[in-house]
């Protein structure tokens, strides 16, 4: 399965590390605004970084999104994430 992990605050290292333990599970995208940030998570654990979760989602073709952004954002992006498929 092909996840994608949108934003990289506290908990997101924790879902990327879970992932590694399962098989078949594969991180192929990432989403955040701070470029250091992403392309330092992408580096550490893998994917592509996008500075747009929508620009993720438009391009990739992901199974399963985990929503790792403060709550007041979850349901924008949960809505784009079901309209792409994921």
């Known amino acids: ?6 934003g990289v605050g506290n908990i997101a290292p924790i879902h990327a590390m879970a992932l590694r333990g ?3 599970a594969e ?5 955040t605004r701070h470029k250091d940030r992403g ?6 654990h893998g ?14 073709q992901v199974d399963v999104v985990a929503i790792c ?3 007041d954002l979850h349901a924008p992006m949960t809505l784009a994430a079901a309209q792409a498929g994921a």
């Open 1 to 6: 399965m092909r996840f994608a992990i949108i």
């Open 22 to 24: 399962v098989p078949g």
């Open 27 to 31: 991180l192929v995208a990432v989403a």
């Open 39 to 44: 392309r330092a998570f992408t580096a550490e």
């Open 47 to 60: 994917g592509t970084w996008y500075p747009d979760y929508q620009e993720l989602l438009a391009q990739e």
């Open 69 to 71: 952004t403060p709550h």
